[in-house]
Structure formats: structure tokens, C-alpha cells
């Protein structure tokens, strides 16, 4: 069977028993050391991207995919045709639902917290909205035309010291003109459910009420919204989605996607990965500094054996392929022990944690302090393939520098005294 020269000797290099057992030991070393790089970069970017989908899910649970909405106060009035519009020309919506939404205060008794009240119409929120299944108490079926219910998250519901059934009070920050003067807009609410998401932006900010009922507090007319949710079939395919509604819809909408309107939390999370992923390749470079540190020895250990080939009739470039050889085996093989660690513990890491947990009577993520106690993993196979990568092309780095090296040595000087 033909093997190149090059490829032979250092093969059999890499399967010699060393003289030296501290080269021995450092090769080790690096080849661990690559390992745990790559094991540690996979499952660390497994857990980040499965706390990104985590909160995306959630945070698209009670927020819309897409916005169709009006500028000004005015609102909308002609939202059923548009939603039947909408429907017939873009097949990727799955789901509509009119919303209108304010600002204003809740007050009960000493206590007072700024929200974002949004009005909604249970029979047309369940195609787009998780709401029901968010409710910790109370019902969706309570918002009511003319009820004055209202849904809000648990933190606020803390905040204030309500509970279902309690009466609150809505200031709206609109002025009405009464005989004693000009006042803010009130309304008594009663609290009819309290619902858990998971995240600080919806459990302490947000209020749903029907939506008749927050027209009349904005003082809309009647049967004007400000807008429309959208829900479609691929989240991700919402800024082509969008773009293709602005070019259909009549002038004087606007539309937004959950992209353009959460972009600074995924920016923020995608910042996050790139910084962790430079700092953990650090493990794999420090590696792969072994890599030289093993090759310069071994190349010092086989001046002898250099020399000998120079004289047979090796070419030094026959010699740097010999140390690039057995150099780029020990960045291989500890890749290969890296991704296989990696991808393994990163798709048993939901099963392992609960079972750590478990066994030492700990908990990573106190649910009382962290919106996710348990540690989500999502493995992207993209990532492992940039992670071997970039293992790979470190390790073959390494090896030019001992490998030159070992091209320079002139066999007069190396057999000089042997």
C-alpha cells in the first residue's frame, strides 16, 4: 500500500515510545488540552443559545411576530377587511388578532407602578398569543365588554399586594375637562387573573384588559384599533414577511417585526456569544502553544535522525512534513475527543443537570431568583463546525515554526558528534 514518506515517518513518530516521557507527557497535555477547549466551547455556546430560544419563545408567546399599526391616535377603523386582506394574499400568517394598546398607572392603596395596558379580544388573541396558558389564576374568558377586567403579570401583582379579585385603580394620562377643573382619566379595575411568563418585561409592565373596554379609556372611536398582531408559521422569516406586506398594504401603515423591535436584547445575546466564544478559544490556543512547545523538543530529540534523512536524500521540505505530520495528529485527535465530549454532554446536558442536582441536594438556578432554574441546551451544528474549525487551524499553526526548524538543521552539524 503506497503511504507518502512524510506521512509515514511521522506517523510513525507519533506512534514511537518516547525517550524523553516528559515530550511524551507535554504531547499529552496539548492533546488534552485541545479536548477540553473544544468540549468547553460547544457546551457553553449549546447553553447559551438554549437560554437565547428559551427567552425568544417565551418572549413570542405574548408578543406578536408582526405589527401592522397607524400613526397618531386616530387608530384604525377598516381592521377586518385588512386582517381578511392580509390573511388572503400572505399564506404565511397563521394568525390575527386587533390590539390596542396605552400607557398609564395602577395604583392600590400606597402603591403605584407605571405600565403598558394593552386591550384585546379573547376570541381573536388564541391565534397569536399563549396568554391562556401563561395564567397562573383567573380565566381569559372574564375580559368582558364593559367588565373592566383586568390581567396582569405576577410581578406586578406582588408589587401592588393584589390578587384575583381585587379592585385597582387605572389612571390614564389624559386629561378630562370636569366642573372642578381638568383631572387625569381614572377607572376602577378588578383584577380577574395573573399570569407568569418569565420575563421582567411582561410579569411587571403589562395589563390586559377587552379591548372595547381600552378604547373607551383612550377614547377611541367605535370600532377603531390601533393596530393588528400577526403571528406566522416561521418566525424567523418575519423581516421577509414584513417587507413584502409594506409593498402590498395600503400607504399610511407601518409595520414592524419582533427583529427591529426586540434588536437590542438579541444583540446584546448575540455580543455575549462572541465575547465567550473568543475567551474559551484562548483554552484551545494556550493548546495548541504546546503543540510548539512538544514539536521544538522533538525536533531538538531527532537532530540525529534528521541528519541521517538529509544525507539519504530528504528535502527539507520532506523534513517540515514529517513534524507538520505528527504535530497536526495531536491537534486531530484531541479535536476528535473534544467534539465527541462536546456534542455529547451538550445534548445530555438536560438530563444530566437534573440528575447532579439530585444527587448533591443543589440547585443551579433557584427559580425564586432566576426566571429559568432549570439549563436549557440547543445545539447548533453550525457552531461545531466553526469549533472544529478553528481547533484544526490552530493546531496546523502550530506546527510551522518546529517543523521549519527542523528543515534548517544541516546534517554536518547535527552528526558532528554522534
Known amino acids: 500500500m503506497f503511504k507518502p514518506l512524510p506521512l509515514y515517518i511521522g506517523l510513525r513518530y507519533t506512534r514511537a515510545k518516547r525517550r524523553n516521557h516528559f515530550i511524551s507527557f507535554i504531547s499529552l497535555t496539548s492533546m488534552l488540552g485541545i479536548a477540553l477547549g473544544v468540549m468547553a466551547l460547544i457546551t457553553v455556546l449549546s447553553v447559551m443559545n438554549g437560554f437565547e430560544k428559551e427567552l425568544r419563545l417565551r418572549m413570542l408567546g405574548m408578543a406578536p411576530h408582526i405589527m401592522v399599526f397607524t400613526a397618531g391616535d386616530k387608530g384604525l377603523q377598516e381592521w377586518r377587511n385588512l386582517a381578511t386582506y392580509i390573511k388572503a394574499h400572505h399564506p404565511e400568517v397563521t394568525g390575527l388578532a386587533p390590539y390596542v394598546q396605552g400607557q398609564a398607572m395602577l395604583s392600590h392603596y400606597d402603591s403605584i407602578q407605571g405600565i403598558m395596558f394593552q386591550g384585546i379580544d379573547p376570541q381573536w388573541e388564541s391565534q397569536i398569543s399563549e396568554v391562556q396558558t401563561k395564567l397562573k389564576s383567573g380565566s381569559l374568558d372574564a375580559l368582558q365588554e364593559d367588565s373592566f377586567n383586568i390581567l396582569i403579570g405576577k410581578e406586578l401583582a406582588l408589587s401592588l399586594g393584589v390578587s384575583v379579585g381585587d379592585k385597582i385603580t387605572l389612571v390614564v394620562p389624559q386629561a378630562s375637562v370636569t366642573p372642578v377643573g381638568v383631572l387625569p382619566r381614572m377607572k376602577r379595575m378588578t383584577v380577574a387573573g395573573i399570569f407568569e411568563v418569565g420575563m421582567h418585561e411582561f410579569d411587571s409592565n403589562l395589563a390586559l384588559m377587552h379591548i372595547a373596554d381600552a378604547a373607551k379609556l383612550l377614547r377611541l372611536s367605535q370600532g377603531y384599533v390601533h393596530g393588528l398582531n400577526i403571528k406566522i408559521s416561521e418566525m424567523f422569516a418575519a423581516p421577509q414577511v414584513s417587507h413584502a406586506m409594506v409593498q402590498s398594504l395600503p400607504v399610511g401603515l407601518y409595520i414592524q417585526d419582533w427583529t427591529y423591535r426586540h434588536a437590542n436584547f438579541f444583540r446584546a445575546i448575540k455580543m455575549e456569544k462572541t465575547v465567550m466564544f473568543i475567551i474559551l478559544s484562548l483554552i484551545v490556543s494556550v493548546a495548541a502553544f504546546n503543540i510548539i512547545s512538544t514539536l521544538v523538543m522533538v525536533v531538538t530529540d531527532k537532530e540525529a535522525d534528521i541528519a541521517i534523512l538529509r544525507t539519504l536524500g530528504a528535502t527539507p521540505n520532506s523534513i517540515m512534513s514529517i513534524f507538520m505530520v505528527q504535530g497536526t495528529i495531536i491537534g486531530v485527535v484531541g479535536s476528535v475527543l473534544g467534539l465527541i465530549g462536546g456534542i455529547s454532554l451538550a445534548l445530555n446536558l438536560e438530563t444530566l ?39 484544526l487551524l490552530l493546531s496546523f499553526l502550530a506546527t510551522l515554526y518546529p517543523a521549519w526548524r527542523a528543515a534548517r538543521t544541516q546534517p554536518a552539524d547535527a552528526l558532528r558528534y554522534e
Open 353 to 391: 443537570i437534573p440528575a447532579l442536582e439530585a444527587t448533591f441536594q443543589v440547585q443551579f438556578l433557584d427559580a425564586s431568583v432566576y426566571y429559568i432554574s432549570d439549563v436549557p441546551s440547543d445545539l447548533h451544528w453550525d457552531d461545531v463546525a466553526r469549533i472544529a474549525i478553528l481547533s
